[in-house]
């Protein structure tokens, strides 16, 4: 659970917590329901997958815990690496026309 993370990071992730429990849930929660963007769409179907992919509030807590120093950043970057490495060589390998037009314009 996402308590169990913050568990691991000591007070920091006390106060992280702390303060995840009184603005980031609601903030996000705002977001998503006044905000459009992710209501049609490509930005819908991805939308729909992070929700059912993952604890949303996990997830938030471990973005703000990677983005709390450079330190941290440089971590999750790294950690990342070779995930994004992977997906990026698939959709250059990828056949689909609607792939190829996107990534085609914006992959390098």
Not at 34 to 52: M, V
């Amino acid at each position: 659970s996402s308590w169990q993370l913050l568990a691991g990071m000591g007070s920091f992730g006390r106060r992280l917590g702390q303060l995840a429990a009184r603005s980031l849930e609601s903030e996000s929660a705002r977001i998503l329901k006044s905000g459009s963007a992710n209501k049609r769409g490509l930005s819908k179907l991805l939308d729909a997958t992070l929700r059912e992919g993952h604890d949303m509030q996990t997830f938030g807590l471990g973005t703000a815990a990677a983005l709390a120093s450079r330190e941290r950043y440089s971590r999750f970057t790294s950690s990342m690496h070779a995930v994004y490495d992977r997906m990026e060589a698939s959709l250059d390998r990828s056949g689909s026309v609607p792939i190829a037009l996107v990534w085609g314009r914006h992959g390098d």
